[in-house]
């Protein structure tokens, strides 16, 4: 097994801040309120494509609602305000044109607990690809095969693939969901808090995974563990009492935060 | 010490006691009932009865083969009638939950859920026998449909709101529309519950005599017409049971017989089915 460090692995990182980069999802003066409760307080940030960015913070700091934010996940919430812009490749996502279905199937997301569908592993794959209209059997199966592969699943389940999802152990329900969220071909993949329920060997699966799959997709990740952050993000954001801190490189934010709070968090003083 | 070990175990006994007298109290009466059903009903209950038409008074023999067949009839109406209409019923009031009309349809279904079955089957006899001025076998799945509603209803809305709420926000998140999640997820997550819930509605019918005394009436003769009347064990027991002939008494129990012999044999083939479903889709 491979050691699990602490220290960013230097390797696929560039230095700069990502303003350098090219962006998939801007973010500017984004307002959120659950009634009369602010939970995030004008969010300006860019995120760059192929790359993965964490967001982290204490409990209630407003990270997963600002990633709910990135697929309108939000709007199941009754009493939610939103005010300010997000765009995704360059298009509004929140005006009253689009199309949420749409949008969401451009971003993926992932959960904290895995959900699966009580359905066969196959089903399972195939869901995102039936609702995008795919008819044709050859095609779902080859669109199941390479999601499966691409989250590192498929030689474990491929001899079982009409097996009840829900009889895998929790890290590979976990990778399931990565699957499922891959089928449907997005070009971002929103990941909340997605090692939470998992053991270290599982975690660090879903890490080397999440390295893999920056390639072809921008993955953003809120977490609660900062090792993790460290680990496998290339950006960090952190976030406190629903404004964005600090937000630059993953090994800058680590070893130089300016932010005294960026500091204290980061040390453990609080949170 | 030890006088508080000795407590502890005589208040656990007790509690313990006073259970187990719980049950065996709830129990008796079904085994009573079992018995005496069995007691009075084997004896008569020949492959005759279940295969012939009824005889006239006077005559030995016959039996009650049609009421077999039309119960059996009355019972899939029923079915038909109350559960595409309960599933929709019960899928709109959990989605639904605060909306007004969810809020009445609530209501409605626990009033319903309350009204004497010989009510149930006045309103039907007003709306399907009055204005065709004839009973028929579909004014009687019509009245028992309407009894089975409110609990297909109910049941149906409290298993789709313990589906997990992750599986919709699952759906959803692939770019699922909303009916889209409870028809393809949230729905077949529930299916078991929802059928077992559908088979007790379908028990608890399957017993009732009330609602169709007048709207399917009764028959003596062969009929699987729908616009006809139509003999059902509950209708043709309850008039033997009150009639002054002992053969007819004698019927009638091998006729409850056969009403608590069938309920019982197909929840048992309906469960396996289901638990079959179950594992097929849990763990």
Same mark, same amino acid.
């Given at each position: 097994?491979?050691?699990?460090?602490?220290?960013?692995?230097?390797?696929?990182?560039?230095?700069?801040?990502?303003?350098?980069?090219?962006?998939?999802?801007?973010?500017?003066?984004?307002?959120?309120?659950?009634?009369? *409760?602010?939970?995030?307080?004008?969010?300006?940030?860019?995120?760059?494509?192929?790359?993965?960015?964490?967001?982290?913070?204490?409990?209630?700091?407003?990270?997963?609602?600002?990633?709910?934010?990135?697929?309108?996940?939000?709007?199941?919430?009754?009493?939610?305000?939103?005010?300010?812009?997000?765009?995704?490749?360059?298009?509004?996502?929140?005006?009253?044109?689009?199309?949420?279905?749409?949008?969401?199937?451009?971003?993926?997301?992932?959960?904290?607990?895995?959900?699966?569908?009580?359905?066969?592993?196959?089903?399972?794959?195939?869901?995102?690809?039936?609702?995008?209209?795919?008819?044709?059997?050859? $095609?779902?199966?080859?669109?199941?095969?390479?999601?499966?592969?691409?989250?590192?699943?498929?030689?474990?389940?491929?001899?079982?693939?009409?097996? &009840?999802?829900?009889?895998?152990?929790?890290?590979?329900?976990?990778?399931?969901?990565?699957?499922?969220?891959?089928?449907?071909?997005?070009?971002?993949? %929103?990941?909340?808090?997605?090692? &939470?329920?998992?053991?270290?060997?599982?975690?660090?699966?879903?890490?080397?995974?999440?390295?893999?799959?920056?390639?072809?997709?921008?993955?953003?990740?809120?977490?609660?563990?900062?090792?993790?952050?460290?680990?496998? &993000?290339?950006?960090?954001?952190?976030? %406190?009492?629903?404004?964005?801190?600090?937000? *630059?490189?993953?090994?800058? %934010?680590?070893?130089?935060?300016?932010?005294?709070?960026? $500091?204290?968090?980061?040390?453990?003083?609080?949170? | 010490?030890?006088?508080?070990?000795?407590?502890?175990?005589?208040?656990?006994?007790? #509690?313990?006691?006073?259970?187990?007298?719980?049950?065996?109290?709830?129990?008796?009466?079904?085994?009573?009932?079992?018995?005496?059903?069995?007691?009075? !009903?084997?004896?008569?209950?020949?492959?005759?009865?279940?295969?012939?038409?009824?005889?006239?008074? !006077?005559?030995?023999?016959?039996?009650?083969?049609?009421?077999?067949?039309?119960?059996?009839?009355?019972?899939?109406?029923?079915?038909?009638?109350?559960?595409?209409?309960?599933?929709?019923?019960?899928?709109?009031?959990?989605?639904?939950?605060? !909306?007004?009309?969810?809020?009445?349809?609530?209501?409605?279904?626990?009033?319903?859920?309350?009204?004497?079955?010989?009510?149930?089957?006045?309103?039907?006899?007003?709306?399907?026998?009055?204005?065709?001025?004839?009973?028929?076998?579909?004014?009687?799945?019509?009245?028992?449909?309407?009894?089975?509603?409110?609990?297909?209803?109910?049941?149906?809305?409290?298993?789709?709101?313990?589906?997990?709420?992750?599986?919709?926000?699952?759906?959803?998140?692939?770019?699922?529309?909303?009916?889209?999640?409870?028809?393809?997820?949230?729905?077949?997550?529930?299916?078991?519950?929802?059928?077992?819930?559908?088979?007790?509605?379908?028990?608890?019918?399957?017993?009732?005599?009330?609602?169709?005394?007048?709207?399917?009436?009764?028959?003596?003769?062969?009929?699987?017409?729908?616009?006809?009347?139509? #003999?059902?064990?509950?209708?043709?027991?309850?008039?033997?049971?009150?009639?002054?002939?002992?053969?007819?008494?004698?019927?009638?129990?091998?006729?409850?017989?056969?009403?608590?012999?069938?309920?019982?044999?197909?929840?048992?083939?309906?469960?396996?089915?289901?638990?079959?479903?179950?594992?097929?889709?849990?763990?």
């Amino acid at each position: 097994m491979n050691e699990i460090s602490i220290a960013p692995k230097p390797k696929t990182r560039r230095p700069g801040v990502p303003a350098a980069e090219e962006p998939m999802i801007e973010i500017d003066r984004l307002c959120l309120s659950y009634g009369d *409760k602010p939970a995030l307080k004008g969010i300006s940030m860019r995120i760059a494509k192929n790359r993965v960015t964490a967001f982290i913070g204490p409990s209630g700091c407003g990270k997963s609602s600002l990633l709910r934010c990135l697929n309108r996940m939000n709007d199941l919430i009754d009493g939610v305000r939103i005010t300010g812009a997000i765009r995704i490749a360059g298009t509004d996502i929140q005006g009253p044109a689009v199309d949420v279905t749409h949008l969401r199937k451009r971003v993926g997301m992932v959960f904290q607990k895995s959900n699966p569908f009580p359905k066969s592993i196959y089903d399972n794959v195939a869901y995102g690809p039936r609702i995008l209209g795919v008819r044709s059997r050859s $095609e779902i199966e080859t669109q199941v095969e390479s999601s499966l592969r691409s989250a590192a699943l498929w030689d474990e389940v491929r001899d079982r693939l009409y097996e &009840s999802a829900l009889r895998l152990s929790g890290g590979q329900q976990q990778r399931l969901c990565i699957a499922r969220a891959l089928a449907v071909e997005p070009e971002v993949l %929103l990941m909340d808090e997605p090692c &939470s329920a998992l053991d270290p060997i599982a975690t660090a699966k879903i890490e080397e995974l999440m390295d893999e799959l920056k390639v072809r997709y921008t993955i953003v990740v809120v977490t609660h563990n900062m090792q993790q952050a460290a680990r496998a &993000s290339d950006y960090t954001g952190f976030l %406190l009492l629903g404004e964005l801190i600090e937000f *630059k490189d993953t090994p800058a %934010l680590f070893t130089t935060p300016v932010d005294r709070r960026t $500091e204290d968090y980061i040390t453990g003083r609080f949170g | 010490m030890n006088g508080t070990r000795l407590r502890r175990r005589l208040v656990s006994a007790a #509690a313990v006691g006073f259970c187990v007298l719980s049950v065996v109290l709830a129990l008796v009466p079904l085994g009573f009932i079992l018995f005496f059903v069995l007691k009075e !009903g084997l004896p008569a209950l020949t492959f005759d009865f279940l295969t012939r038409l009824p005889k006239p008074v !006077g005559e030995q023999g016959g039996g009650m083969g049609n009421a077999i067949v039309g119960s059996s009839i009355l019972i899939a109406l029923a079915g038909l009638i109350a559960v595409p209409i309960g599933i929709v019923s019960g899928i709109h009031l959990a989605e639904f939950r605060a !909306g007004r009309l969810a809020t009445v349809v609530r209501f409605a279904a626990d009033v319903l859920n309350g009204v004497p079955s010989i009510v149930i089957g006045i309103f039907a006899y007003s709306i399907a026998v009055m204005p065709f001025s004839r009973f028929s076998a579909l004014a009687g799945g019509v009245a028992l449909g309407i009894m089975m509603i409110p609990i297909i209803v109910r049941t149906t809305e409290e298993l789709l709101n313990l589906v997990p709420p992750s599986l919709r926000d699952g759906a959803l998140a692939l770019g699922a529309t909303r009916a889209r999640a409870v028809f393809s997820v949230i729905l077949p997550a529930a299916l078991p519950g929802i059928l077992t819930g559908v088979l007790v509605a379908l028990a608890r019918i399957a017993g009732e005599t009330a609602p169709l005394l007048f709207t399917a009436f009764n028959n003596r003769f062969w009929s699987a017409r729908l616009n006809q009347p139509i #003999a059902s064990l509950t209708v043709q027991v309850y008039t033997y049971a009150i009639s002054p002939y002992d053969d007819w008494h004698r019927q009638a129990w091998a006729g409850a017989t056969v009403l608590i012999g069938a309920v019982l044999l197909f929840s048992l083939l309906a469960r396996t089915a289901i638990r079959r479903l179950e594992r097929m889709h849990h763990a």
